[in-house]
């Protein structure tokens, strides 16, 4: 066991380790497959401290066995990629400095049992709520023929995209298993989940009472006009049944989404053209 | 002329497509960004934001995480540049991006096939110790792959679509046209019930009736309304777990100041 590459990877900047777990992330469903998932996107962006760590020649089933131990399935929201990165590369780099006494599998049991808990806030957390609120304002803007919609939509993207995706990669490098335990003694994970789906739902909800519009032209002569009664009991009461009559859709899990899409125009056109429902 | 704009929708989609891919999905793949730098690169920015809104709308609630999903993404831009190149309505754009949704779906189980090789391929390179290959597979092949499968439907459909496109638009009667744009205001809410649905249980749902009552009743836009939902979530944070675990505290402060009471009483 040379210390050869040891030396290497100890004596690589932070900051240079650091940008190759962000990229890395960043670069998580460059193959996507059903078979391994993100697999190969992951032993590229550990490539990097791998290569450092094993660079002799007669290393090479070391590398070999490292670079197929990332080869596992994986599958996370590419954000929070980095945290697990960050701490494979350290616990890495921990295997080369002491072999003897450390379990390699650890390194995977350590990927598998974050990846699940970890896509679940992430993606509650990026497409959940952060999406739907940088999406629907841009969109309320949008409408309005305001091109400041769509670029506040990007900078709210990327502003809370990039430097999550950094600290992560950096919290999980340097604090790495410590982190992990800590992580599952704080209920990090509850408290997360707890807050993004109180604002994702607020806003849900915002959403479906002023986004989309669906009123009734129904009326009998003048004086009953069924939308001015539906207004003056509970405004927007036709959107929140149509969005709950969708949601009890998808709770039974008999439709297709493809086939919901068609079905929408298809009744759109038949709503349409008895004048039962307008946008 | 019209080389030149199918081009500059050709990039836009290389774009679309590396965003979730490369760049950890910074939403430039969403309808409202593809559509809006369309219109702006195509010189109809307003087309560009009616098509991108009324376009995100309707796909809003449905998440492309993994493979589960269905993405319109291309559909809208391809549909939102047809709009812009033959003048047509809007509703024109939506009734491009069915189908064009339909043939990404068919195109992508093809690529995903490829790409359970391209696993293998980097399997056997790390076993002959051939590691730049096994890099290049995923970073360099994998891309390369997307960016095919997805230029080359934009290209022709944009094209050669343009055309087929406007002599149908042209063609279709009225009740047709109003009766897609009601059923895209429907999809919207397929969408929303899909978000509903990811989220939701019988603890908070509480909340979103707090948020549609107040949008419903004020008619306040969605920024006020998502910013007030962030607050009340700290709040509701705090109430949960910052003041529960200061409780004991609260209450024997209560209970001494009630003691002070009584004592005064006394």
Same mark, same amino acid.
């Given at each position: 066991?040379?210390?050869?590459?040891?030396?290497?990877?100890?004596?690589?900047?932070?900051?240079?380790?650091?940008?190759?777990?962000?990229?890395?992330?960043?670069?998580?469903?460059?193959?996507?497959?059903?078979?391994?998932?993100?697999?190969?996107?992951?032993?590229?962006?550990?490539?990097?401290?791998?290569?450092?760590?094993?660079?002799?020649? +007669?290393?090479?089933?070391?590398?070999?066995?490292?670079?197929?131990?990332?080869?596992?399935?994986?599958?996370?929201?590419?954000?929070?990629?980095?945290?697990?990165?960050?701490?494979?590369?350290?616990?890495?780099?921990?295997?080369?400095?002491?072999?003897?006494?450390?379990?390699?599998?650890?390194?995977?049991?350590?990927?598998?049992?974050?990846?699940?808990?970890?896509?679940?806030?992430? +993606?509650?957390?990026?497409?959940?709520?952060?999406?739907?609120?940088?999406?629907?304002?841009?969109?309320?803007?949008?409408?309005?023929?305001?091109?400041?919609?769509?670029?506040?939509?990007?900078?709210?993207?990327?502003?809370?995209?990039?430097?999550?995706?950094?600290?992560?990669?950096?919290?999980?490098?340097?604090?790495?298993?410590?982190?992990?335990?800590?992580?599952?003694?704080?209920?990090?994970?509850?408290?997360?989940?707890?807050?993004?789906?109180?604002?994702?739902?607020?806003?849900?909800?915002?959403?479906?009472?002023?986004?989309?519009?669906?009123?009734?032209?129904?009326?009998?002569?003048?004086?009953?006009?069924?939308?001015?009664?539906?207004?003056?009991?509970?405004?927007?009461?036709?959107?929140?049944?149509?969005?709950?009559?969708?949601?009890?859709?998808?709770?039974?899990?008999?439709?297709?989404?493809?086939?919901?899409?068609?079905?929408?125009?298809?009744?759109?056109?038949?709503?349409?053209?008895?004048?039962?429902?307008?946008? | 002329?019209?080389?030149?704009?199918?081009?500059?929708?050709?990039?836009?989609?290389?774009?679309?497509?590396?965003?979730?891919?490369?760049?950890?999905?910074?939403?430039?793949?969403?309808?409202?960004?593809?559509?809006?730098?369309?219109?702006?690169?195509?010189?109809?920015?307003?087309?560009?934001?009616?098509?991108?809104?009324? $376009?995100?709308?309707?796909?809003?609630?449905? $998440?492309?995480?993994?493979?589960?999903?269905?993405?319109?993404? $291309?559909?809208?831009?391809?549909?939102?540049?047809?709009?812009?190149?033959?003048?047509?309505?809007?509703?024109?754009?939506?009734?491009?991006?069915?189908?064009?949704?339909?043939?990404?779906?068919?195109?992508?189980?093809?690529?995903?096939?490829?790409?359970?090789?391209?696993?293998? $391929?980097?399997?056997?390179?790390?076993?002959?110790?051939?590691?730049?290959?096994?890099?290049?597979?995923?970073?360099?092949?994998?891309?390369?792959?997307?960016?095919?499968?997805?230029?080359?439907?934009?290209?022709?459909?944009?094209?050669?679509?343009?055309?087929?496109?406007?002599?149908?638009?042209? &063609?279709?009667?009225?009740?047709?046209? &109003?009766?897609?744009?009601?059923?895209?205001?429907?999809?919207?809410?397929?969408?929303?019930?899909?978000?509903?649905?990811?989220?939701?249980?019988?603890?908070?749902?509480?909340?979103?009736?707090?948020?549609?009552?107040?949008?419903?009743?004020?008619?306040?836009?969605?920024?006020?309304?998502?910013?007030?939902?962030?607050?009340?979530?700290?709040?509701?944070?705090?109430?949960?777990?910052?003041?529960? &675990?200061?409780?004991?505290?609260?209450?024997?402060?209560?209970? &001494?100041?009630?003691?002070?009471?009584?004592?005064?009483?006394?």
């Amino acid at each position: 066991m040379s210390q050869k590459g040891l030396e290497a990877q100890r004596n690589t900047p932070l900051n240079k380790k650091l940008k190759e777990i962000f990229w890395g992330a960043w670069c998580m469903q460059t193959n996507w497959n059903y078979e391994r998932q993100m697999n190969t996107a992951y032993m590229y962006a550990m490539s990097h401290t791998i290569d450092r760590l094993y660079p002799e020649e +007669d290393e090479i089933e070391k590398k070999k066995e490292a670079y197929r131990r990332h080869l596992e399935f994986f599958n996370i929201t590419p954000q929070c990629a980095a945290l697990t990165l960050g701490i494979s590369a350290a616990m890495e780099e921990e295997y080369a400095a002491d072999p003897e006494n450390f379990d390699p599998s650890v390194i995977n049991a350590v990927k598998v049992a974050l990846m699940g808990p970890l896509s679940g806030i992430g +993606d509650s957390l990026f497409q959940g709520t952060i999406r739907i609120i940088a999406m629907s304002i841009g969109i309320s803007l949008a409408q309005q023929g305001n091109i400041l919609g769509p670029i506040l939509a990007a900078l709210i993207s990327i502003f809370t995209s990039a430097p999550i995706t950094w600290y992560l990669g950096k919290l999980g490098y340097t604090r790495g298993q410590e982190f992990v335990r800590q992580m599952s003694e704080s209920n990090l994970m509850e408290k997360v989940m707890f807050v993004c789906s109180i604002a994702g739902l607020f806003v849900i909800g915002g959403m479906s009472a002023s986004l989309s519009n669906l009123t009734t032209p129904i009326s009998f002569g003048e004086t009953f006009v069924l939308q001015n009664v539906i207004d003056g009991i509970l405004p927007k009461a036709i959107p929140l049944g149509m969005t709950w009559l969708m949601y009890y859709i998808i709770k039974s899990g008999k439709v297709k989404p493809m086939t919901v899409i068609i079905g929408c125009f298809i009744a759109g056109i038949i709503l349409n053209y008895f004048g039962i429902l307008a946008a | 002329m019209r080389l030149v704009q199918t081009l500059i929708v050709v990039l836009i989609s290389v774009m679309m497509i590396l965003d979730s891919r490369m760049f950890g999905r910074l939403n430039f793949e969403r309808p409202l960004l593809t559509c809006t730098i369309c219109g702006l690169l195509l010189g109809n920015l307003q087309v560009g934001l009616q098509v991108g809104a009324t $376009m995100e709308l309707a796909t809003l609630g449905m $998440m492309s995480i993994g493979a589960s999903g269905i993405d319109m993404n $291309m559909g809208a831009l391809v549909g939102c540049a047809i709009c812009i190149m033959t003048g047509a309505d809007i509703e024109t754009a939506l009734t491009v991006a069915v189908p064009m949704t339909l043939l990404c779906t068919v195109l992508d189980t093809i690529a995903s096939v490829v790409r359970i090789n391209f696993t293998h $391929m980097c399997d056997n390179a790390v076993d002959a110790g051939d590691f730049a290959k096994a890099k290049r597979v995923d970073i360099v092949y994998g891309p390369v792959l997307y960016v095919l499968f997805t230029i080359i439907p934009v290209f022709l459909s944009v094209y050669f679509g343009a055309d087929f496109v406007q002599s149908i638009a042209s &063609s279709v009667p009225e009740w047709v046209t &109003s009766g897609v744009s009601l059923g895209a205001n429907i999809i919207a809410f397929f969408g929303f019930a899909m978000l509903l649905s990811t989220m939701v249980n019988k603890n908070t749902v509480v909340y979103f009736f707090a948020g549609f009552l107040l949008a419903a009743y004020s008619g306040l836009d969605l920024t006020a309304i998502a910013l007030i939902g962030i607050v009340l979530a700290v709040i509701i944070y705090t109430v949960k777990y910052v003041v529960v &675990s200061n409780r004991p505290a609260v209450e024997s402060n209560t209970s &001494s100041t009630l003691d002070d009471l009584e004592d005064l009483d006394n």
